[in-house]
């Protein structure tokens, strides 16, 4: 299995605050990714990660803010939580070997905004 | 625009049966991947195969096969011999490589709940 965790795996919080997500892995890779899974829409990517300080949109971004200051973690912020931010989010890490390899998935973090 | 489809929300087999799982995706780059994985009830995702666009042979693995068509660009999936631990969420997925691309980024389906019968 590949070496992905994410903390906190649980978190219930109120309308307004500020949440932030953490991605760790061992594998060295330079691909980390968020996501994000709803009801009926599979999952969505957040915001990606290409290298240390190197992150761009995904296609819901609205809300969420990413840090990679170290190969090893990626961080997601929600600045000011809302109710439609509640969500299982995933991690997940890849590479690149003339194209874009598997991506492994952390175990996900349940988030509920009151 | 949808880029992958899975028109199935909801299969109920009973154990034993074969079931297959359809996957529709749209792209027009020439170089693309493709993939399944699966959710089961524990909520982990589990990644099941990878296939290129270059490579439409059909795989097997076990009880699980893959038949991919360019032709109708699809990437179904049968389960032969259902079992009651195959229930779970099947997810396919679609990764783009060409020019302007975001880098590996993943396009799911909605999902497949399978549910298998004892």
């Known amino acids: 299995d590949a070496g992905i965790t994410q903390s906190p795996r649980h978190k219930v919080t109120e309308t307004g605050t500020p949440v932030t997500l953490r991605c760790h892995q061992t594998?060295?890779?330079?691909?980390m990714y968020w996501y994000r899974q709803d009801p009926g829409h599979g999952l969505r990517l957040i915001h990606y990660?290409?290298?240390?300080?190197?992150?761009d949109k995904g296609e819901v971004s609205d809300g969420y803010s990413v840090s990679r200051s170290k190969t090893e973690d990626f961080l997601l912020t929600l600045e000011s939580a809302t109710s439609s931010q509640t969500s299982v989010y995933f991690c997940?890490?890849?590479?690149?070997?003339?194209?874009?390899?598997?991506?492994?998935f952390g175990p996900g973090t349940r988030l509920t905004v009151l | 625009a949808q880029k992958v489809t899975q028109a199935q929300t909801e299969i109920s087999v009973v154990e034993k049966e074969d079931v297959t799982l359809d996957c529709v995706y749209e792209?027009?780059?020439?170089?693309?991947?493709l993939f399944w994985y699966k959710q089961p009830p524990s909520g982990e995702l589990v990644f099941l195969i990878r296939?290129?666009?270059?490579?439409?042979q059909n795989e097997i693995s076990g009880r699980y096969s893959w038949n991919f068509q360019k032709s109708t660009s699809s990437f179904n999936f049968t389960i032969t011999a259902s079992q009651v631990v195959d229930s779970a969420v099947y997810f396919c997925?679609?990764?783009?490589?060409?020019?302007?691309?975001?880098?590996?980024?993943?396009?799911f389906g909605r999902g497949t709940q399978l549910t298998v019968w004892p």
């Open positions: 997940a890490i890849s590479e690149w070997r003339e194209g874009p390899d598997t991506q492994y």
């Open positions: 594998e060295n890779h330079r691909y």
């Open positions: 990660s290409y290298g240390v300080k190197d992150t």
């Open positions: 792209t027009r780059d020439t170089t693309y991947y």
């Open positions: 296939r290129n666009s270059f490579d439409e």
């Open positions: 997925a679609l990764s783009e490589a060409g020019r302007g691309s975001t880098l590996g980024r993943l396009y």
